[in-house]
């Protein structure tokens, strides 16, 4: 309220300025001038001239003093009023009914102040007329003085006239220099006043506001930087340890595979074989020979065909699949990454379940094939995700996994196309034959089946070679089909005949079979035996 109340009296301030100047331009100028030396003919006229003429320079100096830091009042006024509102549009409602009484209050404070100058500058007039009839008085004594001494008298008074002249200008620079240093210190007040101004806004609600969000927003922010840090020094040491834990692995950077030998020569014995994607520990290292073991093979490797440490790890990822190891019995594989979702399968432990990485990543569960072309998710509290490395083979090893795969390539080649109703007929048959055996006994039924079909000695089809007459005794008696027709084959039997069909075989190539008690010769396989 101080601060406008302010305002409004250095306007006053400014128009009383200006009254004064207008008296003090009268004053001082030639025509009065001359008016008061036809007038003023005494020395003490003169000075009581000269006396008012510097209390009116006082009064002058001082209106001047205040409306300069008015002035800076006003300046200030409008910069804080400008920065309140740029702060808060919200307070702008309150600070107009505020500044509304404020400036009632102050308008009647104005009119006060008026209703004082007025006064002040009648009493001022009632002395300058006095003091015009004392001189009247007296000029009217002197009018009875000699011509002489007039004219002495007018030559004093220019004299005189000339040195209030001077004094008047030396005072008037005096006062500019005094107005000039209140200017400053004007200004020193006005910007203490905007550090005040400041503070109170920041006082005000609406700043309390910004000033706890912003210091939300600070804490905020450091918490993020802290978790991200955080982060970051988890990722560092992550990757430092994985880094230690592949500093003494090897593996083979080959197409398919390469030798391990029982010395470090070319000419020594092939003890073994590490393979595309077979990881390795190096137990050492002469240069051109490293020597590793790697699952039952320990031996020599040539150098120029390995990868060490890191390089060892990033080929790990380039070539290798990633796999989820189940730790759990009975594991369910779901159609969704959720509890709610559809059971697809379960599983036992310690399978070996390949990741489906190019699934999305979803917290707490792990995308895995279930099959070529569909994603099922497991959770990932149960499982453990790692690269499906491989270890070197004994030359045993390999001889049997060449035998396994020549094994599997005949039997694609022994598979034959066949429906669900030959299917059904062939597990009839199984379980007629061999139904309360092994399943061996079942699958070694079967074979014989499917080795008559790709004999060329009996008929091509499952059906045909079923039904021949004089071969098996369940089919010819209606046995078969009262299983088929009601639907009582068992799944067992089921999946030894799709087995079968599939290539399966493992009677040697048997094309009959006997009961076992009958004493014939050949394989026993269950309860028969197979020639």
């Known amino acids: 309220m101080k601060r406008y109340k302010r305002v409004i009296e250095s306007a006053i301030v400014a128009s009383l300025l200006v009254s004064m100047a207008t008296v003090s331009s009268y004053a001082g100028s030639g025509e009065n001038t001359t008016e008061v030396n036809e007038v003023c003919t005494a020395e003490v ?49 309150e600070e107009e009914a505020l500044i509304e009484i404020e400036t009632e209050e102050t308008t009647e404070e104005t009119e006060e102040t008026e209703t004082a100058a ?68 004007s200004e020193d007040e006005d910007a203490s006043e905007d550090e005040e101004d400041s503070e109170d806004v920041s006082a005000s609600p609406s700043a309390g506001v910004i000033m706890a969000v912003n210091n939300e ?41 390469m030798n391990i030998r029982a010395a470090a020569s070319e000419d020594s014995e092939v003890v073994g074989k590490l393979s595309k994607g077979d990881l390795a520990t190096v137990i050492s290292n002469d240069g051109t020979w490293t020597q590793i073991t790697s699952g039952n093979v320990t031996g020599y490797v040539k150098n120029e065909y390995l990868v ?13 699949s990633t796999v989820a190891t189940v730790n ?20 036992d432990a310690n399978t070996s ?11 707490g569960w792990v995308a895995v ?53 030959e299917v059904t007929l062939l597990g009839a048959l199984i379980q007629t034959e061999a139904g309360h055996g092994s399943y061996e006994g079942m699958l070694a039924v079967g074979s014989v089946v499917m080795n008559r079909v790709r004999s060329g000695a009996y008929p091509s089809s499952i059906a045909g070679v079923i039904y021949q007459s004089g ?12 299983l088929v027709n009601s639907g009582s084959v068992s799944s067992a039997c089921l999946q030894a005949a799709q087995e079968v069909i599939n290539g399966t075989e493992i009677t040697g190539g048997a094309l009959q079979f006997r009961s076992a008690s009958s004493g014939a010769s050949g394989t026993v396989i269950g309860g028969n035996v197979f020639f």
């Open 471 to 482: 071969q098996f005794t369940p089919a010819l008696n209606g046995q078969v089909d009262s």
């Open 217 to 257: 927003i600070t804490e905020s922010n450091e918490e993020a930087e802290a978790a991200i840090a955080a982060e970051e020094a988890a990722e560092a040491e992550a990757a430092a340890a994985e880094s230690a834990a592949w500093a003494d692995k090897v593996m083979a950077s080959v197409e398919d595979s």
């Open 353 to 363: 379940l390949e990741v489906d990485t190019a699934a999305e990543t979803v917290d």
């Open 118 to 185: 007025e006064e002040e500058t009648e009493a001022s007039a009632e002395e300058e007329t006095e003091a015009s009839a004392e001189e009247e008085t007296e000029t009217a004594a002197e009018e009875e003085t000699e011509a002489a001494v007039e004219e002495e008298t007018e030559a004093s008074t220019e004299e005189e006239t000339e040195a209030s002249t001077e004094e008047e200008t030396e005072a008037a620079a005096e006062e500019t220099t005094e107005e000039t240093e209140e200017t400053e210190d």
């Open 369 to 421: 094939k279930y099959t070529s072309d569909v994603t099922g998710y497991v959770s990932a509290d149960y499982v453990s995700v790692g690269l499906n490395l491989g270890s070197a083979l004994t030359a045993e090893e390999v001889a049997a996994a060449e035998a396994e795969k020549a094994e599997e390539e005949a039997k694609e080649k022994r598979a034959v196309a066949a429906s669900a109703n």
């Open 328 to 347: 759990t019995q009975g594991l369910r594989i779901r159609a969704a990454a959720s509890e709610d979702a559809e059971v697809l399968k379960q599983v």
């Open 45 to 93: 006229t003169t000075k009581h001239q000269n006396a008012l003429t510097a209390g009116i320079i006082y009064d002058l100096s001082v209106y001047e003093k205040e409306s300069t830091e008015e002035a800076g009042l006003i300046t200030a006024s409008l910069e804080a009023g400008q920065h309140i509102m740029v702060s808060s549009s919200e307070e702008t409602d």
């Open 308 to 320: 060490y440490g890191d390089d060892a790890n990033s080929l790990a990822k380039e070539v290798c």
